[in-house]
């Protein structure tokens, strides 16, 4: 099973910037598709972006195209999430999430990440 571990979360002002960073270790990270998922107090669970296992594919939330970035860094075990323009209604928690089925595509269902990391928290504000 992988374990993954999210920074570079904080609180930023509206319109900042910020890159969320995943490190992956244990089952092999550079065979799967990994995701960003978000979770914002008294609202579900969103797949904000997502990526395949080469890099390759993408997909985004419609609410953060054009703002955020997914990329990943397979000799270095590592996921990224650029997020520029920033505004209070990306206040969440951001998981970083792994599908389990190596070489599938990117997944828009946040029930096709069964693993998870402790999340950073993202505030920003107003």
């Known amino acids: 099973q992988v374990q993954l571990v999210e920074s570079g979360g904080g609180l930023v002002q509206a319109g900042g910037s910020l890159r969320l960073s995943c490190a992956a270790s244990?089952?092999?990270?550079?065979?799967?598709?990994m995701g960003w998922i978000r979770q914002a107090p008294g609202k579900e669970r969103e797949i904000v972006a997502a990526?395949?296992?080469?890099?390759?594919?993408?997909y985004y939330a419609d609410s953060v195209k054009g703002r955020f970035t997914i990329s990943r860094d397979n000799a270095n075990n590592t996921l990224y999430l650029q997020m520029h323009s920033l505004n209070p209604e990306d206040t969440a928690i951001y998981y970083c999430?792994?599908?389990?089925?190596?070489?599938?595509?990117?997944?828009?269902?946040?029930?096709?990440?069964?693993?998870w990391g402790r999340g950073t928290q993202v505030t920003v504000s107003s």
């Open positions: 999430a792994a599908r389990r089925s190596p070489w599938g595509p990117p997944s828009r269902s946040t029930y096709e990440y069964p693993d």
């Open positions: 244990g089952r092999t990270f550079n065979t799967n598709a």
């Open positions: 990526i395949s296992w080469s890099g390759g594919t993408t």
